[in-house]
């Protein structure tokens, strides 16, 4: 096909696209909730706990935290959780030439670490528990590292949230005879969640002390996993389930 009729062939295509059109673009962007632009503030992280931490590992680990310890320790830490690295995913490759161009084909996937970065509260509870984590499972004393399947937590899970679209609030009757169907407050709606598997953290970092102004304290922590997944709402994704 000569590029004359290529061209012929693509210019209505580019002209119904949202490119180049702001009507257009607005138009699609405020027909629906689900074409609204995602925003960055609306999440909620929450974690697990590894065994070794939860003091069943006999006499040598059994003093580490109360199982009602952690529940608590959870409850703050997730709430404390200000910005968070979704997982990402890269595809191995390998190349292969015979005559012309040399072209690459995939061989596996590998994972990145990903950070959270956390408030600390007055108590330190959470570097307490990263600390301890850290310690039982690498110990520097006597240059032991654990079982995996002791030191890692099942699940860590980024929930992805949006505004409204999760059902209605309820409200008195006295503020309801001042909303109409199309203004009235609805929780948000989960549309997408990481989840990542077998979960450990590699590092924890540094604490600044200073005498400037006070403001908040944050602790970075980067953490390893097995594998991850994305789930989406079940609306959007593939059909026939996937691989899990």
């Known amino acids: ?22 009507q257009e673009f607005m138009a699609h962007v405020l027909s ?13 992280f929450d974690m697990t706990f590894p065994t070794i931490l939860q003091g069943s590992l006999g006499d040598l680990f ?15 830490i997730t709430m404390y959780a200000n910005e968070v690295n979704t997982p990402t995913r890269q595809v191995t490759t390998s190349s292969h030439k015979m005559v012309g161009s040399e072209y690459e084909y995939a061989t596996g996937s590998t994972f990145s670490e990903t950070n959270v970065q956390f ?10 528990i990263f600390e301890r984590w850290m310690n039982i499972m690498a110990n520097d004393a006597n240059q032991y590292v654990d079982f995996f399947d002791d030191y890692v937590a099942p699940t860590f899970t980024i929930y992805k949230l949006e505004r409204g679209g999760g059902g209605d609030i309820p409200l008195t009757n006295e503020i309801l005879k001042q909303l109409n169907s199309d203004n009235r ?3 948000n709606k989960v549309a997408g969640m ?11 970092g540094t604490l600044q002390f200073n005498n400037q102004p006070g403001a908040p304290l944050t602790l970075d922590v980067t953490l390893r996993y097995e594998r991850f997944r994305f789930y989406p709402e079940p609306s959007t994704d593939v059909k026939g389930g996937i691989i899990v």
């Open 1 to 22: 096909m000569s590029s004359l009729a290529n061209w012929s062939n693509t210019e209505p295509y580019a002209k119904s696209t949202l490119g180049g059109n702001l």
């Open 32 to 44: 629906s909730k689900t074409h609204e632009v995602s925003r960055s503030n609306i999440w909620h």
């Open 62 to 76: 059994a003093g580490a935290f109360t199982t009602s310890d952690l529940a608590a320790a959870r409850k703050t």
């Open 119 to 128: 408030f600390i509260p007055r108590n330190y509870i959470g570097v307490t």
């Open 185 to 187: 407050p609805q929780y």
């Open 194 to 204: 990481w989840v990542m598997f077998n979960v450990f953290p590699k590092n924890i």
